[in-house]
């Protein structure tokens, strides 16, 4: 049983965490209610697990840890890809204009394609980092692999993804920043 002031700081972090972990778990699947029912299924182990997190200001990577071991477990039990074309991502401009919101929502698209061709390792790795904000270290630890591992996966991962959108940055200035 977690102490009384523990568990309410636990509780309060995840309130924290949600947000992340969501956009995270969302990168991932491509769905919603999938990205939805990790968040919740990491939650929920993390509580059951609870007592073996010493340091809660470790919690960030061990939440992180937990809810790439759900994915994994996930799809091993389900087997079947998430098609971007049925994933209408809710877009907000800044502007009321029509037309860059579309030329936006094309862009996101087109992004979120090029991520959802990349392998597994390579996709979590990119999202963690370039979505997610995480340290090489924190991806490290959570994936449990080496920091080199990490940086040789980003980098093929943002090669691929460069290859995969140059052509479109004739067309589209929007995407001539990506490096």
């Avoid at 009384?4 to 995840?14: C, E, I, Q």
């Avoid at 919690?59 to 079947?80: A, C, G």
């Avoid at 809710?90 to 936006?104: D, G, K, Q």
Wanted: net charge positive; glycine share 2%; hydrophobic share 40%.
């Amino acid at each position: 049983m977690l102490p009384f002031s523990r568990k309410r700081r636990l509780s309060r972090s995840f309130g924290e965490l949600r947000p992340e972990l969501y956009r995270i778990a969302w990168s991932w699947c491509h769905d919603d209610d999938l990205a939805e029912d990790l968040v919740q299924d990491t939650f929920l182990r993390a509580l059951e697990k609870s007592a073996q997190l010493k340091d809660l200001d470790k919690l960030r990577p061990w939440l992180l840890r937990i809810m790439v071991n759900r994915h994994t477990d996930h799809f091993r039990r389900k087997r079947e890809t998430v098609e971007l074309d049925d994933c209408e991502p809710a877009l907000r401009s800044a502007t009321p204009c029509p037309v860059e919101a579309a030329e936006r929502h094309a862009t996101v698209v087109m992004v979120h394609r090029a991520i959802a061709m990349l392998g597994d390792d390579q996709r979590k790795v990119v999202t963690l980092v370039d979505v997610g904000g995480f340290s090489y270290a924190e991806v490290a630890e959570a994936l449990e692999i080496p920091i080199g591992t990490v940086m040789s996966r980003l980098s093929r991962a943002r090669k691929q993804l460069r290859s995969q959108l140059a052509p479109q940055q004739v067309d589209n200035p929007r995407l001539r920043s990506v490096k």
